[in-house]
């Protein structure tokens, strides 16, 4: 879903200057807080991308005020009143690579209220693959319990320029681990190079 | 309060009053122990931290041979020198070299190479360096105190699925007869998340 923790790229948040915090934890309840998802993870309460979705449901303004482990709290409050400790049984897909290293791709450009990890900031950009891993389970199922998709995950990198124009950095890359429905073949129209953003002009 | 109060404790503040209801809660429903929970908070304060990263990277320094092993198959290259705390993600270790600075980011939570390097600091999970890292990274490196050549490239790892990954920074020209103790000690946290590159002392190099 494309909400405040779908952070990439975003101006506003401020710098990062002396003085910032080392810490990883303030408070003794933080790290109960950390232990008690590691454990429900590990017992299976939930799953990874249902945590993850409870923290994205947090009203933004919320979400943006909070400090991390407090989201967390507030993921574990809603999941332990939701859930009820049982397996549930999804069926399962398995997908073969449909790229390979080298492949050009365009993100497709998903809009939804539900959980995904297709960060805004890459929708409809042109990347080229690097590689491939995996299977991994598509979090968009997986995050609704709708079923279970094994599928290839690959690591696309971007120009800087093809994400952010011509402010970007000419020596600067960004690479994002996109699952394979994420992606899309880019058709190149006779041209094997990988795409620039001046291309589009 | 008076002086006489402060052996008392304070009074917990909300959110660990509600840290606490929850622990509560899950313990009367079975789902968790509290002895499994204190295990857990132990195993970050004492076990699980910098250091281990530190020492992969120094072998790695010294050794040819278990660094390929560490770019091409990294869980399995930890296992070799004891490090065993994996759970289900992948971890990939990224090299610098004179031509590439790597940085590690997750905009979308705050994804991290625990396994290695521990709980992450909190500007690590800040909005600025999320959503800046990736849009203006020689700016956010800039402001941590590390300025790049201009004709090295820099790559950002946004790590948004099941891989994390871990920075393999450059040895410093001036330790060719340190140990490998020696060496894992300028090897930090900032250096393998990409944001630092390792300093030699003045004193000693």
Redesign the interface.
């Known amino acids: 879903m494309n909400g405040a923790h779908d952070m990439g790229g975003v101006i506003g948040h401020g710098g990062l200057d002396a003085g910032r915090d080392e810490r990883a934890v303030h408070h003794s309840w933080e790290g109960r807080v950390n232990a008690m998802m590691r454990l429900l993870l590990a017992r299976g309460l939930f799953n990874l991308d249902q945590f993850r979705h409870a923290v994205e449901r947090i009203p933004a303004s919320e979400y943006l005020a909070s400090a991390y482990y407090e989201r967390w709290l507030t993921a574990l409050e809603g999941l332990t009143r939701e859930s009820r400790d049982e397996t549930i049984a999804l069926v399962e897909h398995r997908r073969e690579a449909r790229f390979a290293p080298g492949d050009p791709v365009i993100v497709r450009n998903v809009y939804t209220k539900r959980h995904t990890r297709l960060a805004r900031y890459v929708a409809g950009r042109r990347g080229i693959v690097e590689s491939v891993h995996g299977p991994f389970l598509l979090p968009d199922t997986r995050a609704h319990l709708i079923s279970a998709d094994w599928e290839p995950v690959y690591t696309v990198v971007f120009k800087g320029s093809e994400l952010w124009g011509d402010e970007a950095g000419p020596r600067d890359h960004v690479s994002i681990d996109l699952w394979q429905s994420y992606l899309e073949e880019a058709h190149e129209q006779g041209r094997r190079s990988p795409p620039r953003a001046a291309d589009r002009s | 309060m008076s002086k006489d109060d402060a052996h008392h404790p304070e009074p917990p503040?909300d959110?660990?009053a509600?840290?606490?209801a929850?622990?509560s809660?899950?313990v009367e429903?079975g789902?968790?122990t509290t002895a499994?929970?204190?295990s857990?908070?132990a195993k970050?304060?004492q076990d699980i931290g910098p250091t281990l990263g530190a020492r992969a990277v120094a072998h790695a320094w010294v050794s040819p041979d278990y660094k390929r092993r560490l770019l091409s198959d990294a869980k399995s290259a930890l296992t070799e020198i004891g490090i065993t705390e994996h759970?289900?993600e992948?971890l990939i270790v990224v090299e610098n070299t004179s031509s590439v600075h790597n940085v590690i980011v997750c905009?979308?939570?705050?994804c991290y190479p625990w396994m290695v390097l521990?709980?992450?600091?909190?500007?690590y999970?800040?909005?600025?360096?999320?959503?800046?890292a990736?849009?203006?990274?020689?700016t956010?490196l800039r402001?941590?105190?590390l300025e790049l050549p201009?004709?090295?490239?820099?790559?950002?790892?946004?790590?948004?699925?099941?891989?994390r990954y871990m920075v393999l920074p450059m040895r410093p020209s001036g330790t060719e007869n340190w140990t490998e103790d020696e060496l894992a000690a300028v090897v930090t946290r900032d250096c393998m998340i990409g944001v630092a590159v390792p300093r030699v002392p003045a004193s000693v190099g």
């Open positions: 503040t959110l660990e509600r840290a606490l929850l622990e809660l899950l429903r789902l968790l499994a929970v204190d857990v908070v970050f304060e759970q289900a992948e905009t979308l939570c705050s521990g709980l992450p600091p909190t500007w999970k800040s909005a600025p360096y999320r959503s800046r990736v849009l203006e990274p020689r956010v402001e941590m105190g201009q004709q090295i490239d820099v790559r950002v790892w946004d790590s948004s699925a099941d891989i």
